[in-house]
């Protein structure tokens, strides 16, 4: 069971750079931004479920975390880049810090997102492609850093989702 999670967790976390081996299963989260209190949050929640962090907290510190991000002042690379804690039944909550620099105001209404990892780019486009109709694609998909295939759009109905993709 240890060596399924293994693989699972190297899923997960979208900021790793090498492929690793792991199990084809589609799956949903959900992705919480924070305008710096992603740490405290996390931290809570974790108290609360009584779980553990899957894989490592990263910080846009980590090296070679975010190449394409734009300068980030000391105080911001100690932000949380990604964190992800399994809740119940096999639910995560998966987490960052949106720092200023980046041009994305935080607002009650835009901090959540469904996050899905389909099996396939196929079905990752067919998804995002309906779920985009009469809605806005906030970031095309396309390959990322970390090995993904990533994007992300709202629905007609104001619903925000994110794709990753980690079939190559």
Same mark, same amino acid.
């Given at each position: 069971?240890?060596?399924?999670?293994?693989?699972?967790?190297?899923?997960?976390?979208?900021?790793?750079?090498?492929?690793?081996?792991?199990?084809?299963?589609?799956?949903?989260?959900?992705?919480?931004?924070?305008?710096?209190?992603?740490? !405290? +949050? %996390?931290?809570?929640?974790?108290?609360?479920?009584? $779980?553990?962090?899957?894989?490592?907290?990263?910080?846009?510190?980590? =090296?070679?975390?975010?190449?394409?991000?734009?300068?980030?002042?000391?105080?911001?690379?100690?932000?949380?880049?990604?964190?992800?804690?399994?809740?119940?039944?096999?639910?995560?909550?998966?987490?960052?810090?949106?720092? !200023? +620099? %980046?041009?994305?105001?935080?607002?009650?209404?835009? $901090?959540?997102?469904?996050?899905?990892?389909?099996?396939?780019?196929? =079905?990752?486009?067919?998804?995002?492609?309906?779920?985009?109709?009469?809605?806005?694609?906030?970031?095309?998909?396309?390959?990322?850093?970390?090995?993904?295939?990533?994007?992300?759009?709202?629905?007609?109905?104001?619903?925000?989702?994110?794709?990753?993709?980690?079939?190559?």
């Amino acid at each position: 069971m240890n060596e399924v999670r293994g693989m699972l967790s190297t899923r997960s976390d979208p900021c790793r750079r090498s492929p690793s081996p792991f199990i084809p299963m589609a799956r949903v989260s959900t992705y919480l931004n924070f305008t710096r209190t992603t740490e !405290e +949050a %996390f931290l809570f929640y974790r108290s609360v479920f009584q $779980t553990e962090f899957d894989g490592p907290v990263q910080r846009y510190s980590s =090296e070679g975390a975010c190449p394409e991000a734009p300068p980030l002042s000391p105080e911001d690379s100690n932000l949380i880049l990604h964190v992800a804690l399994p809740i119940l039944g096999g639910h995560v909550l998966m987490g960052s810090d949106v720092p !200023e +620099a %980046f041009g994305m105001p935080l607002r009650p209404g835009n $901090t959540t997102y469904i996050n899905l990892e389909p099996d396939s780019r196929a =079905e990752t486009d067919r998804l995002f492609a309906a779920l985009s109709t009469g809605g806005h694609v906030s970031a095309p998909l396309q390959e990322m850093f970390w090995g993904g295939y990533w994007g992300t759009c709202i629905d007609r109905f104001g619903t925000l989702w994110m794709f990753n993709c980690s079939e190559k």
